[in-house]
């Protein structure tokens, strides 16, 4: 029966200590350099550019916004 106790200690520690390495190798603050942003030329909001629908000369939100085009 210790043994058996003395496992799932053990097992809590390695699980406490795996949770926190995880952690550490996660930094909070910052993970991704900022984005460069765009307008939607059809609602006017704004969005990371890298996930714009583009036409000729205009960056949407989403394919419907770029099939209804600009609005003025
Ligand atoms: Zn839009």
Do not use: W
């Not at 799932?8 to 952690?23: D, E, G, K, Q, T």
């Not at 765009?38 to 770029?66: I, M, N």
Request: with cysteine.
């Amino acid at each position: 029966m210790a043994k058996f106790l003395l496992f799932i200690v053990i097992l809590a520690v390695v699980y406490a200590l795996v949770r926190a390495s995880n952690r550490r190798g996660k930094p909070p603050a910052a993970p991704r350099p900022p984005e460069a942003m765009t307008q939607c030329a059809h609602c006017g909001l704004h969005f990371p550019s890298a996930e714009s629908v583009r036409d000729a000369q205009r960056d949407y939100c989403c394919e419907d916004h770029r099939r209804l085009g600009a609005r003025s």
